[in-house]
C-alpha cells in the first residue's frame, strides 16, 4: 500500500473543450507544464484516484496533435544521442499543417505550457513568412492594416534608408 | 510613431485572437533584419512589439540571424550595410541571399543646418546598434547614426585652443542605457608628461562636454587617431584600445565613467600591427599582423579581465595584408566565421589550418559586398533614441 502511494499517478485523463477525454500517461503529460504542475498538486494531496484535467481553451483536434508532439519527445528524453533525428521529425510533423492548425497549435502550446512545442512553433511560422510581403503577412495572419495613410507613411519614410 | 501609447489599447485581433502578444513576440523576434524593419507595417500591433526596448533583448534570444555592419565610401557618400548571417544554417549557407542586405547611404548634406560631407566621414564603432562616425577633420561634429530607425544625431565638437582630439568613441552605460561619447583631448601647452592628456565626455542628447573626473593614467602617445579607427571594441559596458608603446589594453568604462587596464601578455608584444575586435558579442579579440611575414596572429580572452586566460586561437598565412578576424560562432559553435580583406571565410572550430588558402571561403554575390568593407558583427537596434 504504502509502496503504491509513493509512486502514484501513472497516468491522468485529459478532457478536451469538445468533452472528449484522453488517458496520458505521466511521462507524456509530464512535457506540459500545466499538466505537469496539476499532477505534481494531485501528488502532494496524495490522492490515488486517476485525476481528470479539463482543457477548456483546446479542441480534440488539436489536442490530438499536442499529445502525439509530447509521446515523441517522451520517448526521446533520456535519449541525448538523436537529436538530429527528433529534429527531422519536429519539422516533419509541423509540415503538415495548414497556417490555421499551425495557429490553434501554437496557442494550444502556449496553454498548456509546452514551451519546446511553442518555441518550434513559433521558428516554423517564422521561418515560413520571413520572405513574404506586408500584403501577404497579413492576409496570412488575416490582419487588418490599422494604420492612417500617414502613419504608413511615417514608417516607410523610416525605413526608406533600408530599402533603396 | 506619435501615438505609441494606443498601441495596444485600440488594438483589435483577428485572426490570431487569443494568440497571447508574447508568442507573437516570440514569433517576430525569430525573422531577419530585412524582415522585422518591413513587419512594422503589418499593424500596429506589430508596430508596437517591434519598436519596444524589451524587443532587442528577445531578439538576441530567440534569433538565429546576425547582422555584420559593412561600410565604403562610394560616389562622395558613406554607405553603410547590414548583412545578416544565418548561424544556424547547416549548410553553409550562412550567407542567406542578396535580401538579407539592408543597405544605407545617409544624405550628402545633414540635419541641424550642419554642412556635413559624409565624404569626410569614417565608421569609428558601433555600440548597440548605433554607429558613431567621425570626421577627418578636427572639430568637425561627430555623427550618431541608427540604421535601422533612420536617426542622426550630430555631437559638437566645440574646438578648444590649445588642444586637439587624438580619441573618440561611442559607449552605453549597462545601466541607464544613455548612450555617451568619449574623447580624449592632447595638451600642447603643457610640455611636462603631467596632464598631458585630458578625456571628456558627453551624454547623447545633453548637449555638454563634461570632464571625466581622475586622471587617465594612460599613454595616447604613439597612435595617431587612424590608429584608432575600426579598432573600437564595446564590450562589457567598456571601449577597449590597444597601446603599442607599451603593450596594454585600456579601457573606459561607460558606467564608472573610469578608466581602467585590461591585462595583456608579454608574449603579445611581438611586432606587428594590432587591433582589438569583439568576438561573437562576447570575447575580447586581439589580432596582430606581420605586414612583412603576410602572417596574422589572433589572440582570444577566454574569460573577461582575466590575463591568464588570454590564448592564441590560431597563427594564420594571410592572403592580403589585412587582418583575419574572427566574428561570429556559427552552427551552434561548431564552425568560426571569419573575415580578411572584406572576403568571409568559415573555419571548423576545432581544426588548426595556418593557411588562409586552404579555408572555406564563403561566395558572396558581387554586387552585395562590392567594395564594401566588413567591419564587425553588429546590434539591430529598432527602437528610437529617447532623447
Not at chain 2, 565638437?157 to 574623447?183: A, E, M, N
Amino acid at each position: 500500500m504504502a509502496s503504491s502511494s509513493s509512486s502514484s499517478l501513472s497516468r491522468v485523463v485529459v478532457k478536451s473543450s469538445d468533452n472528449n477525454l484522453f488517458v496520458v500517461n505521466k511521462k507524456v503529460a509530464s512535457q506540459s507544464q500545466l499538466l505537469k504542475q496539476c499532477i505534481d498538486n494531485m501528488e502532494e494531496k496524495g490522492t490515488n484516484d486517476v485525476i481528470l484535467i479539463p482543457l477548456s481553451n483546446v479542441t480534440s483536434n488539436i489536442l490530438t496533435l499536442v499529445l502525439e508532439y509530447c509521446e515523441k519527445h517522451a520517448d526521446f528524453a533520456d535519449d541525448d544521442n538523436n537529436n538530429q533525428e527528433l529534429k527531422q521529425w519536429d519539422h516533419e510533423f509541423l509540415k503538415k499543417f495548414d497556417y490555421a492548425t499551425l495557429n490553434s497549435l501554437t496557442m494550444a502550446a502556449d496553454y498548456m505550457v509546452t514551451k519546446s512545442l511553442l518555441n518550434l512553433c513559433c521558428q516554423f511560422i517564422a521561418d515560413s513568412i520571413k520572405d513574404l510581403t506586408v500584403q501577404q503577412i497579413r492576409q496570412i495572419f488575416d490582419i487588418k492594416n490599422d494604420f492612417t495613410p500617414q502613419e504608413e507613411a511615417d514608417i516607410k519614410n523610416e525605413n526608406a534608408w533600408a530599402f533603396r | 510613431m506619435e501615438n505609441n501609447n494606443d498601441v495596444r489599447r485600440n488594438n483589435e485581433r483577428y485572426y490570431f485572437d487569443g494568440v497571447s502578444s508574447d508568442v507573437i513576440s516570440s514569433i517576430l523576434a525569430r525573422l531577419p533584419t530585412k524582415t522585422t524593419l518591413n513587419c512594422k507595417l503589418v499593424c500596429k500591433e506589430w508596430c508596437g512589439i517591434i519598436i519596444s526596448p524589451d524587443f532587442a533583448d528577445l531578439r538576441s534570444r530567440h534569433c538565429s540571424y546576425s547582422p555584420i555592419m559593412l561600410y565604403r565610401v562610394f560616389e562622395e557618400r558613406t554607405n553603410l550595410m547590414v548583412l545578416d548571417i544565418d548561424r544556424s544554417n547547416d549548410d553553409d549557407a550562412v550567407i542567406t541571399s542578396v535580401d538579407a542586405v539592408v543597405r544605407f547611404s545617409p544624405p550628402p548634406r545633414l540635419i541641424d543646418m550642419t554642412d556635413i560631407h559624409y565624404d569626410d566621414y569614417t565608421v569609428v564603432n558601433e555600440c548597440n546598434g548605433l554607429v558613431l562616425l567621425a570626421s577627418w577633420r578636427r572639430w568637425d561634429p561627430f555623427v550618431i547614426c541608427n540604421l535601422l530607425t533612420g536617426e542622426q544625431v550630430t555631437v559638437q565638437q566645440c574646438s578648444r585652443p590649445g588642444l586637439s582630439v587624438v580619441d573618440y568613441g561611442l559607449g552605453c552605460c549597462p545601466v541607464s542605457g544613455q548612450f555617451k561619447v568619449l574623447r580624449v583631448l592632447q595638451n600642447h601647452n603643457n610640455k611636462t608628461s603631467e596632464n598631458k592628456f585630458v578625456a571628456e565626455i558627453q551624454t547623447l542628447g545633453s548637449n555638454q562636454w563634461r570632464a571625466v573626473e581622475g586622471e587617465a593614467p594612460l599613454n595616447f602617445d604613439t597612435l595617431g587617431i587612424g590608429a584608432f579607427l575600426e579598432s573600437g571594441a564595446f564590450l562589457q559596458g567598456s571601449l577597449h584600445r590597444y597601446s603599442n608603446l607599451d603593450n596594454s589594453i585600456w579601457s573606459f568604462n561607460f558606467s564608472k565613467e573610469q578608466f581602467c587596464q585590461v591585462p595583456t601578455l608579454d608574449d603579445m608584444k611581438r611586432g606587428g600591427y594590432k587591433c582589438l575586435h569583439v568576438f561573437d558579442h562576447s570575447f575580447l579579440v586581439l589580432t596582430s599582423l606581420f605586414k612583412l611575414l603576410n602572417q596574422c596572429e589572433v589572440w582570444i580572452m577566454k574569460e573577461y579581465g582575466v590575463k591568464d586566460s588570454w590564448l592564441k586561437l590560431c597563427v594564420v598565412d594571410t592572403l592580403y595584408c589585412s587582418p583575419v578576424v574572427p566574428m561570429l560562432r556559427i552552427n551552434s559553435g561548431r564552425q568560426i566565421l571569419f573575415s580578411h580583406h572584406n572576403e568571409f571565410y568559415l573555419l571548423e572550430a576545432c581544426s588548426d589550418v595556418a593557411d588562409i588558402r586552404s579555408w572555406k571561403k564563403l561566395m558572396v554575390p558581387d554586387d552585395v559586398c562590392n567594395a564594401f568593407k566588413v567591419m564587425a558583427p553588429c546590434h539591430a537596434k529598432f527602437t528610437k533614441l529617447s532623447i
